[in-house]
């Protein structure tokens, strides 16, 4: 094991902090989603933006030495490029110094789905060259500024989810629907990540970048070799296409041979296939919460629908119905490895799960405790094997917003007293789990059975 090795936490601006209108910050496409029966709006999230200090000594007194945050980019650019707000870069120089005075490495993410809402009315989004070339500026801005106290960088949650039909609303695109514009929409936020890449190491080679996947493995439902040849096209288009470009080697033969087939041409120049044909990264971060199982049928390939993943009946699922499988994790990283060669780094990891606080208010949430351990000893099997990872950052481990608004569904390690429709007091409750992270954090990964 690396030293030292990050164990820590990750959040998105959005799910955190609060704020949505204050200090100077502009408007993002999240920002005027309104709330319904079983979801909140993003108005407050959990007021992290003014509870950051004692969010940051829950994750200190967890044992963390990490934490993988996100810059909002309305809240440094209102109008997405243009007038720089400084109230909102003075939030994260406070943030950033609290982080590292409570020993604590920070890590960025630029982007997190939150599009400027002027770029997404202005430019649908990421469907732009504009918004590429706005991205690439508010980026550099950042970087120079705290290049100095933050090593590790990734530019796209999840980068790969651009290439499935949640591209539209995540990229800032609220028109387009088809398959040309999902592919142009995921070779520029691919272009974005190339600029902001070639910029970090020509001008920090003391910084690291890498890409970042929503990683899944995917099994066929069954030996048939139907099925076996869709996991294989799943894999191919949702996570090797990125490991390929990410690691300098440029788009699968196959997947342009895909888009020739289907007659989706793009809006490219070759100065911009060299920029992303030249991608280098420095490690592969990827965000792991299940498996999925497919089956063939007589409809081919469609990442717009999707309707060939079925339940895999050997695993269990979660209140999500989503798959538990840690095995799926060691795979992963052998996979991500053995294609790239680079070291792999998990900053996401977690389980969403119903609770309310009891009248003791002691949350014993042991099946958080059973899926973190099992996927953490997955983690540690994989590096047994000889695969070199930088660290394991849990998602939310400070209850937060779900991606869709949804505060009933609950990662965190330590309870945020509000729910959908009611704020309360927004008060921190540890949960059982809490100490059980604890005692794997500080032991450094070397004591993870139950106690």
Same mark, same amino acid.
């Given at each position: 094991?690396?030293?030292?090795f990050m164990w820590?936490n990750?959040? !998105?601006?959005i799910?955190? +902090?609060g704020? =949505? &209108?204050g200090?100077?910050k ?5 920002? $005027?989603v309104e709330?319904?029966e079983?979801? !909140?709006?993003?108005?407050v999230?959990?007021?992290?933006y ?5 969010d ?5 007194e967890?044992?963390?030495?990490a934490y993988?945050?996100q810059?909002?980019?309305s ?6 490029d #243009?007038e720089?707000? +400084?109230?909102g870069? &003075?939030?994260?120089?406070?943030l950033?110094?609290?982080? %590292? !005075?409570?020993?604590? +490495?920070?890590m960025i ?5 939150d599009m400027?809402l002027v770029l997404s +009315?202005?430019?649908q989004?990421?469907?732009s060259?504009q $918004?590429?070339?706005d =991205?690439?500026?508010?980026?550099k801005l ?6 100095e106290? $933050?090593?590790?960088w990734?530019?796209f949650?999840?980068?790969n989810?651009y !290439?499935t039909?949640?591209?539209f609303?995540i990229?800032?695109d609220?028109v387009?629907k088809?398959l040309?514009s999902?592919?142009q *929409?995921q070779?520029?936020?691919l272009l974005a990540h &190339?600029?902001? @890449?070639h910029y970090i190491?020509?001008?920090y ?5 890498? #890409?970042m %996947?929503?990683y899944?493995? /995917?099994y066929p439902k069954?030996s048939?070799?139907?099925?076996? /040849?869709?996991?294989?096209i799943?894999d191919d288009?949702?996570n090797k ?5 990410f690691n300098g080697?440029?788009?699968l033969?196959?997947?342009?041979q895909y888009l020739k087939?289907?007659? *989706?041409?793009l809006?490219?120049? @070759?100065d911009e296939?060299a %920029?992303?044909?030249g991608?280098q ?6 965000? /792991?919460?299940q498996s999925?199982t497919v089956e063939a049928t007589e ?5 717009l629908?999707?309707s060939d993943? $079925?339940d895999?009946p050997?695993?269990?699922?979660s209140a ?9 994790l060691?795979?992963?990283?052998l ?5 790239t060669n680079?070291?792999v =780094?998990?900053i996401?990891?977690?389980?969403g *799960?119903r609770?309310?606080?009891p009248?003791?208010?002691?949350? &014993?949430?042991?099946e958080r *405790?059973?899926?973190?351990k099992?996927?953490i000893?997955?983690?540690l099997e994989?590096?047994?094997?000889g695969?070199p ?7 939310g481990?400070?209850?937060i917003l779900?991606?869709?608004g949804d505060?009933?569904?609950?990662y965190?390690a330590?309870f ?8 309360k007091?927004l008060?921190?409750i540890?949960?059982k789990?809490?100490?059980?992270l604890k005692q794997? =954090?500080?032991?450094? #990964?070397?004591?993870?059975e139950i106690?």
């Amino acid at each position: 094991m690396t030293e030292p090795f990050m164990w820590g936490n990750s959040t !998105s601006s959005i799910q955190t +902090e609060g704020t =949505f &209108a204050g200090d100077g910050k502009g408007p993002s496409v999240y920002d $005027v989603v309104e709330a319904t029966e079983n979801t !909140s709006d993003w108005q407050v999230a959990i007021d992290d933006y003014h509870r950051y200090e004692e969010d940051i000594q829950l994750m200190k007194e967890m044992g963390m030495n990490a934490y993988r945050f996100q810059i909002s980019w309305s809240r440094i650019f209102p109008n997405g490029d #243009g007038e720089v707000n +400084e109230k909102g870069l &003075a939030f994260y120089d406070k943030l950033i110094d609290c982080l %590292l !005075s409570n020993g604590i +490495e920070p890590m960025i993410c630029l982007y997190h789905f939150d599009m400027p809402l002027v770029l997404s +009315e202005q430019y649908q989004g990421f469907s732009s060259k504009q $918004v590429v070339d706005d =991205f690439f500026n508010y980026a550099k801005l950042v970087i120079d500024r705290y290049h100095e106290k $933050v090593k590790y960088w990734i530019t796209f949650n999840e980068h790969n989810l651009y !290439s499935t039909d949640l591209a539209f609303k995540i990229a800032g695109d609220n028109v387009s629907k088809d398959l040309r514009s999902l592919y142009q *929409i995921q070779y520029n936020t691919l272009l974005a990540h &190339a600029k902001v @890449e070639h910029y970090i190491h020509a001008h920090y080679p003391d910084v690291q970048i890498g #890409g970042m %996947l929503a990683y899944t493995t /995917y099994y066929p439902k069954t030996s048939k070799p139907e099925d076996n /040849y869709l996991s294989h096209i799943y894999d191919d288009f949702n996570n090797k296409v990125y490991l390929d470009v990410f690691n300098g080697k440029g788009y699968l033969p196959t997947f342009m041979q895909y888009l020739k087939r289907h007659e *989706i041409i793009l809006d490219t120049t @070759e100065d911009e296939w060299a %920029l992303i044909n030249g991608i280098q990264s420095d490690f592969i971060s990827f965000s /792991y919460y299940q498996s999925q199982t497919v089956e063939a049928t007589e409809d081919p390939y469609n990442p717009l629908t999707h309707s060939d993943l $079925v339940d895999n009946p050997y695993l269990e699922r979660s209140a999500w119905n989503w798959e538990i499988d840690p095995m799926g994790l060691k795979i992963a990283m052998l996979d991500i490895y053995n294609r790239t060669n680079l070291p792999v =780094f998990i900053i996401e990891n977690g389980i969403g *799960i119903r609770e309310t606080l009891p009248e003791d208010e002691w949350i &014993a949430d042991d099946e958080r *405790i059973h899926y973190h351990k099992a996927h953490i000893e997955a983690m540690l099997e994989a590096m047994g094997q000889g695969v070199p990872c930088l660290g394991y950052l849990g998602w939310g481990l400070i209850d937060i917003l779900s991606s869709s608004g949804d505060m009933e569904k609950r990662y965190g390690a330590v309870f945020v007293n509000r729910t959908n429709q009611d704020l309360k007091d927004l008060r921190r409750i540890k949960k059982k789990s809490f100490y059980y992270l604890k005692q794997v =954090f500080e032991s450094n #990964g070397k004591e993870t059975e139950i106690k």
